[in-house]
């Protein structure tokens, strides 16, 4: 079992940043994939980023370049920096932790929203 408890997000402006962190408790932090998602209002749950415990990141096309994501595994914390915000980017964001192996199970924080509005 993983824990994951998401903090951060909020109200920015068009063309601000912000930070979203998760913290993972629970099984081996190393042994999972980490991920960000976000599900916006009438739209299905997308992938944004995602990294693996050997730093081995992946990105939407439509985030390149503005977010990035990071973790660190001493700390079991992932986080998502996100620049150059724009309104199409407001969403609930949720962090994953995928295990390594197939059918090691998955997990999912809570979420957190992030409005971009001015």
């Known amino acids: 079992q993983v824990q994951l408890v998401e903090s951060g997000g909020g109200l920015v402006q068009p063309g601000g940043s912000l930070s979203v962190s998760c913290a993972a408790s629970?099984?081996?932090?190393?042994?999972?994939?980490m991920g960000w998602y976000r599900q916006a209002p009438g739209k299905q749950r997308e992938l944004v980023a995602s990294i693996s415990s050997g730093g081995t990141t992946n990105y939407a096309d439509s985030v390149k370049g503005r977010f990035t994501i990071s973790r660190n595994n001493a700390k079991n914390t992932v986080s998502l920096q996100m620049n150059s915000l724009k309104p199409e980017d407001t969403a609930v964001y949720y962090c994953n932790a995928r295990h390594i192996i197939k059918g090691g199970g998955t997990y999912w924080g809570q979420g957190t929203q992030v409005t971009v509005s001015s």
């Open positions: 629970g099984n081996i932090f190393s042994f999972y994939i």
